[in-house]
């Protein structure tokens, strides 16, 4: 089954392209079945190419997707085009009436900053404990699991001496999880942070289980089950060219960094990089639409009321 999204979307022509099943929205409100309503609270500062990489692999389940965006409402960006903002997103405010099956919430660049002094924190604050009243699931991402797992638990982050970057082996901790359904018990996942948390202080708190981490980078995915979450501190979502593109970034602003570990063949960044995690992700985000659709209410109205907490 497709994903949903406006025909205009840029994603929509980058997906179709790749050859994952997009239907427009127009199209499928003329069908007779409920899509699982998933929102993207898209924090990155490059909004397009974060709507992509979600977007593509949530397209590739055999469900029909309804895919919204949302942004935090007065925080502005400057690196995608206000014509693209106002069209295809609504700000917190205007959505938190709603109900969802699921929600992403990305990471943002701002982990040298503390929690409490990120502008938009208050209204995020806002945002998780509206998820436990509006929201079936939700999955934060790099910062965004980060301030999740902090705001509910207390968890802090770490500053690292150097940044964690390349890709690096994890190991699958909770093989019957349904999060790791046909999870090999080894997963090369993309790292880039300059954070971390610490195992043994996620240990300390019993709702919390890690289900993959790495002794070199630490824990990287963590369900959190009484709040219906889960946490992923790293990027199964990049595209293969992703650590590339900070890496040159960073290259020609002339900022020190290292070449990104075990990215490029032979660690030689002449040669171009190879993709090696692109079917984890995809099971990853496709066990958690499955375990959406196994597990939300028939009826929205229900999403996150005591009967189906």
């Known amino acids: 089954m497709p994903i949903t999204l406006p025909a205009n979307l840029p994603a929509y022509d980058v997906l179709a392209r790749e050859g994952v099943s997009v239907m427009s929205d127009t199209r499928a409100a003329r069908q007779d ?18 709507e992509n990489q979600f977007a593509r692999l949530i397209g590739a389940t055999p469900l029909q997707i309804d895919f919204r965006l949302i942004r ?11 014509e693209h903002m106002a069209e ?6 205007q959505v938190r009436h709603e109900k969802f099956d699921g929600l992403i919430i990305t990471g943002a660049p701002i982990e040298h900053l503390p929690f409490e002094e990120v502008t938009y924190w208050d209204e995020l604050r806002e945002v998780f404990n509206w998820t436990q009243t509006h929201v079936h699931s939700t999955f934060g991402v790099c910062w ?19 940044k964690a970057f ?26 880039s942070r300059w954070t971390e948390m610490r195992q043994a202080e996620i240990d300390a708190v019993p709702d919390l289980v890690t289900l993959l ?26 595209d293969s060219t992703t650590l590339k593109e900070e890496y040159d970034r960073d290259v020609a602003a002339g900022t020190p960094i290292e070449v990104p570990v075990n990215y490029y063949p032979g660690d030689d960044p002449t040669r171009a990089p190879t993709n090696r995690w692109r079917s984890h992700a ?25 009967e189906t907490a």
């Open 72 to 82: 935090m409402s007065a925080h502005r960006t400057r690196n995608t085009a206000a």
């Open 213 to 238: 981490g790495s002794s070199e980078v630490g824990p990287c995915l963590v369900e959190d089950a009484a709040h219906r979450a889960l946490y992923i501190f790293n990027h199964l979502e990049y």
């Open 282 to 306: 995809h099971l990853l985000y496709g066990n958690w639409i499955n375990e959406i659709y196994q597990t939300t209410p028939f009826d929205q109205d229900r999403i996150g009321t005591a």
């Open 33 to 50: 079945i409920r899509p699982l309503k998933i929102g993207l609270l898209n924090l990155m500062p490059k909004k397009i190419q974060t």
């Open 144 to 162: 965004g699991g980060m301030a999740m797992i902090h705001h509910f638990h207390g968890v802090q982050k770490h500053m690292l001496e150097k």
């Open 88 to 93: 295809f997103y609504r700000p917190f405010r």
């Open 166 to 191: 390349g890709c690096f082996r994890h190991q699958n901790l909770q093989p019957a999880s349904p999060y790791l359904r046909g999870f090999s018990d080894d997963v090369l996942i993309p790292v």
